[in-house]
């Protein structure tokens, strides 16, 4: 590593934002450089003598800087190492940090010398549409060979593979007035909403407040520009009623005035602080939205206009005014119209003697009469046709245009080390296209400016095509006050001040200069998709018409940049050879983000366990404690199993489900949901629920409940109690107790709110603990000796109030095992409690807590259906619960039911599947067929949905749902898992493979 | 992301909300004969205009009431919202 000569690429004066006594340290593609503070790495390269910064996209050709903000197209930086390593961040954006690393991407083996530059040399063989022209057939070779080999190839940086170690944040804010961008006409705006009482936030993208104030040089009242500006942000910064953000950029506007703005809060600090997070995204809700945006200049189409060195005058001249930093010693400007001059001026203020080139005949502009009266000659009617350089630019042929400025008639080579171009300005009006402003296109600007507004956003200044000082002053103050008084109706003005400018002429309509004689250089419209003139060309000889077909088929406009400095001249150049007006040729749509915006902010904290909310019982601590692996149920973690020593999940599992059917089992049952039903009408409400009959339950009952939707598909199941005369306790599936809740209060408020019912969540206000197997009985009158819970003190379906201890208790006898069992609830605090006093008592019995795993096993032995059988695809006759379904009464989706498919004689229905050598473990989701060998389309008959180790018969057991499932009991048919190569040969059994006549529930 | 004033609750974001559906559905009587094709146009059919339509929005991580909103199906604009047992105010 060497340190290089430092700094040779600075101005002589010092009138800029950056720190000179502040040195800071880089790495830029392993080579250590100096920058100051206040530089960004763009202006610290170049500095630096750098502008070699990466290679282009397609043709991998050379590219330095071109913009000098978020308008860059080429300098795109892997920036950073390791974890924290960023690709394709524009070195433009970047404030210099002590110790910043940078490399160059899209090269390899090195920046100077890229292989992948061949494609440049065969670029005759890559024109536009080229990979959907050449790489369809044979269309086996797209996913081998074709895409790895385009991707190795394309692409442009890394992305790290690491979780990012940085801290990102949200933030929702409420505004009356947003403005975006601190342009003369975003200060004007802020200030004169600010003043106006309005509740205003100004959003700037750049570390320095201003603008265009920045580079300009004008007076506003009796001070420069950027002391105005100044003033006016620290007027702004000490009003109560005024946010002032800078390195904020609003990229998405959205519904409703819904803006989004990211922020750069730490990236320009050295060592941030632990509590600092890294980056914020800010929602703004605005009531009004002011887009001062600005604009951006236009480069012009030339031979090789692509180089190193080559880039926009506005850029060269706020790395001078700004960065103390000269693009170059001998520079060429070429411009289409007069603010190029003021580069011209800058470079002169700094004893360097420019060539100017303009393409237009004259011009009579105070700037290009100032540069005339230094001495200075410009060449009119000319422009360059061509350059040469190949890692940067050395030379130009620069040429007389001849009168319709369709041709050279005469060329000439100079030497240079930088062009500045301008070919005039385009508003940035992607926010309020954003917005669904429908722009028109305003011809003495040759630009689209916002027109018919559908959201309250209102642009200003340049982004509204007002190129003058005083416009943009008189319309920010204007509509600064307007817009605030909506909210204030304070009636405060404050008054426009007096401005002064250099006076300006109009621009010359032309961004493409000819070729030069015999020779056909790339003249590059979309530099960072490589997209030239040619290409354009091409797509219209094709017959693509539509501007939105030319961009897809170019890539014009499609980078990451979305076209900032290609799109209108890409329209100009299509309208010109088509011949139509560019109104008539239509702009394609702008959608956010308006620049790249890291993923990490639009996460935010969502990260990890933050992702979602995590819900945890009450017991939760206990079954961590005892070993417990968890398993996620919607946000719900609940314990799955609890492996003893070196058990296997089966091992766990067999153990924990024997143990239910033989001794007696524990299970946290907590998560079911469970909503409270109070009112006169409940039972009435209930019965339309539920496809059964529900009036004459009595108190002290609970009752299995089915509701299906409308359109007759099972909802949930569930059980539901009688507490007292008007009150039900329902209960739900764990995945669906939000959608039920919703679904009774949908009926109880828009269909029926004649019926006299409220319905409440209690899910976490009670805990719930499931006790079954055939010593449940002995183990629950132990701990409740005063109970009678002897099938005639509580029989199957019933429940009884008591107390453990001081506790509150309700008991349900109730089962899903399908053994003898209880569910036990107490209030949620007493949940751990009861838990440990029901592990206490159990010691006896042979108790043991078991998980979701065994829960399912003892469903499915039993036939029980859950949620794999009710998945929303299935009625009460597909799932064996016929029974539930009142042939008396009406419900929700009943008539459904009676549709013709539903009641087709060979409808679907459930049964139990057992493999024929009572070994091979039937994968959930397979396909059952009569025969594994039939060509496809095999016809299918149905599909597993739930498989399990059966611990009564100790061998694997299935549920599936099958076309006249009842028909094919005793039949061996196949189950198939084409995806793992699998086919089983399998028994059609009844779903009830335990118990089928239901005597353990009730002994 | 939407700005919508719940009847009961004022103006809050979106993302509170859920969508219910079109509001000028009138579920067929319980117990009523109904044919299968009225049926049908109950639970399936749907018009799906272009503008001004009235739907329902439910407050679920609010207040949890559902009310009606009218709403521009291709602007977004909401023109009016209220209760269930009320008609707008536009």
């Known amino acids: 590593m060497r340190i290089s000569m430092s700094n040779q690429f600075r101005t002589t004066n010092s009138n800029g934002l950056i720190n000179k006594n502040k040195i800071l340290n880089f790495t830029f593609n392993g080579q250590t450089f100096q920058g100051y503070e206040g530089d960004t790495l763009a202006s610290a390269l170049i500095a630096n003598g750098v502008h070699l910064v990466g290679r282009s996209f397609k043709y991998h050709r050379p590219r330095g800087f071109l913009g000098v903000g978020v308008e860059e197209p080429n300098a795109m930086v892997q920036l950073h190492e390791g974890d924290r390593s960023e690709p394709n961040i524009m070195a433009t954006e970047v404030e210099l940090v002590e110790g910043l690393v940078a490399n160059s991407q899209n090269c390899w083996p090195s920046v100077k010398f890229d292989i992948g530059e061949i494609n440049n040399l065969l670029n005759r063989f890559f024109p536009a549409g080229f990979y959907y022209k050449t790489f369809m057939w044979p269309k086996s070779f797209w996913y081998k060979i074709y895409e790895p080999v385009i991707r190795k190839a394309a692409g442009m940086g890394i992305a790290p593979l690491n979780p990012d170690p940085d801290r990102y944040e949200h933030n929702y804010e409420h505004c009356d007035v947003l403005v975006v961008g601190s342009g003369p006409s975003g200060l004007a705006s802020a200030l004169a909403a600010a003043k106006n009482g309005a509740r205003v936030i100004l959003a700037e993208d750049k570390a320095h407040f201003g603008g265009s104030l920045l580079n300009d040089d004008v007076t506003i009242g009796n001070m420069s520009g950027r002391e105005w500006a100044s003033d006016v942000i620290s007027q702004l910064k000490n009003l109560p009623n005024v946010v002032v953000k800078n390195r904020s950029q609003v990229f998405g506007y959205y519904d409703h005035n819904m803006t989004v703005m990211f922020e750069r809060v730490s990236d320009h600090i050295e060592k941030p602080s632990q509590y600092t997070p890294r980056q914020r995204l800010h929602y703004i809700r605005a009531g009004e939205v002011i887009v001062s945006t600005g604009s951006i200049e236009r480069p012009i189409s030339f031979g090789n206009n692509d180089r190193p060195g080559i880039l926009l005058a506005s850029a060269a001249r706020e790395y001078m005014k700004v960065y103390e930093t000269l693009v170059g010693k001998k520079p060429i400007i070429f411009t289409n119209n007069d603010t190029a001059y003021s580069t011209a001026l800058e470079f002169l203020k700094n004893d360097i003697t420019p060539i100017i080139l303009d393409t237009r005949d004259n011009s009579d502009g105070e700037l290009v009469k100032e540069v005339q009266n230094q001495g200075i000659q410009i060449r009119f009617n000319s422009g360059i046709a061509n350059t040469k350089g190949h890692l940067k630019i050395k030379s130009a042929t620069i040429g007389k245009l001849d009168s319709d400025k369709e041709n050279f008639i005469s060329y000439e080579e100079v030497e240079c080390d930088c062009i500045c171009m301008s070919g005039g300005w385009t508003p940035t009006v992607h926010l309020s296209s954003q917005a669904g402003n429908k722009l028109k296109f305003k011809e003495e600007i040759d630009a689209y400016v916002p027109d018919q507004k559908r959201q309250k956003e209102t642009a200003v200044g340049a982004a509204n095509g007002s190129y003058t000082l005083d416009q943009s002053l008189a319309e920010g103050f204007q509509v600064g006050f307007e817009l605030s008084n909506k909210f204030t109706s304070n009636n405060s003005k404050t008054d426009t001040p007096m401005s002064k400018e250099p006076s300006q002429e109009s621009h010359e309509k032309l961004w493409c200069m000819p070729l030069p004689n015999g020779k056909k250089p790339k003249r590059f419209i979309d530099f960072q998709n490589d997209v030239a003139v040619s290409d354009v060309e091409l797509a219209l000889r094709e017959g693509f018409r539509s501007i939105e077909h030319v961009k897809r088929y170019t890539t014009l406009g499609m980078a990451g940049d979305q076209g900032k400095t290609s799109n209108l001249n890409g329209l100009q150049y299509v309208s010109k050879i088509e011949k139509k007006i560019v109104p008539e040729v239509g702009h394609t749509t702008f959608r956010p983000p308006y620049t790249p915006v890291t993923i990490g902010t639009i996460v935010g904290r969502e990260v990890g366990n933050h992702y979602l909310p995590t819900r945890k019982s009450p017991i939760h601590k206990w079954h961590e404690e005892n070993n417990a692996v968890f398993v996620a149920a919607g946000l719900w973690v609940r314990p799955r199993y609890y492996p003893r020593g070196n058990e296997t999940m089966n091992d766990a599992v067999n153990r924990e489900a024997a143990n239910v059917r033989k001794n007696v089992g524990i299970c946290d049952v907590t998560t079911l949901g469970k909503i409270d039903i109070k009112g006169p009408d409940a039972p009435e409400f209930l019965n339309r629920i539920y496809t059964n009959a529900w009036l004459k339950l009595p108190v002290g009952k609970a009752r299995y409940g089915v509701m299906l939707r409308e359109d007759g598909m099972v909802m949930d199941d569930g059980t539901t109690s009688r507490i007292s005369e008007n009150h039900f306790h329902m209960t739900t599936t764990t995945a669906q107790a939000a959608n039920v809740l919703s679904h009774l209060e949908y009926y109880l408020q828009v269909v029926w709110p004649e019926l006299d019912v409220n319905v409440l969540s209690t899910t976490e206000q009670f805990a719930g603990v499931a006790v079954a197997g055939p010593k449940s009985r002995e183990l629950l009158t132990k701990m409740f000796p005063s109970i009678d819970l002897s099938n005639e003190g509580l029989p199957f379906m019933g429940l009884i109030d008591t107390k453990l201890g001081d506790i509150p208790a309700r008991i349900y006898r109730i089962s899903f095992s399908g053994e003898l069992a209880y569910e036990v609830n107490v209030e949620s605090d007493y949940g751990l409690h009861l838990w440990k006093k029901i592990m206490e008592a159990g010691s006896d019995f042979g108790v043991q807590p078991y998980g979701t795993e065994a829960l399912s096993t003892l469903r499915i032995e039993m036939g029980h259906v859950a949620g794999p059988e009710l998945d929303g695809r299935t009625i009460p006759f597909d799932v064996g619960l016929n029974g539930m379904v009142s042939q008396k009464k009406d419900f929700i989706g009943k008539r459904s039911l009676s549709k013709e498919a539903f009641v087709a004689e060979d409808r679907q229905t459930i049964v139990g599947l057992v493999p024929v050598d009572k070994k091979s473990k039937i994968p959930e989701g397979s396909h059952i067929v009569e025969n594994d060998k039939a060509p496809t389309p095999n016809p299918k008959l149905g599909h597993v949905s739930s498989s399990c180790w059966s611990v009564e018969y100790n061998n694997p057991f299935s549920i599936a749902i099958m076309k006249d499932g009842k028909k094919q009991i005793g039949k061996t048919l196949f189950a198939v898992s084409p995806l793992k190569d699998i086919s089983i040969p399998v028994e059609v059994v009844s779903s009830h493979y335990v118990d089928p006549k239901g005597e353990r529930v009730r002994s | ?90």
């Open chain 2, 1 to 90: 992301m939407l700005e919508i004033r719940c009847p009961y609750c004022g103006k809050r974001s979106q993302n509170e909300f859920s969508y219910g559906g079109d509001g000028n559905i009138k579920r067929p009587t319980l117990g009523e004969e109904i044919n299968t094709k009225d049926w049908d146009d109950f639970v399936y059919f749907r018009d799906n205009p272009r503008g001004k339509h009235t739907e329902l929005w439910h407050h679920t991580s609010g207040c949890r009431q559902w009310f009606k909103a009218s709403r521009d199906t291709a602007t977004h604009e909401i023109f009016a919202t209220c209760k269930m047992n009320e008609d707008f105010n536009e």
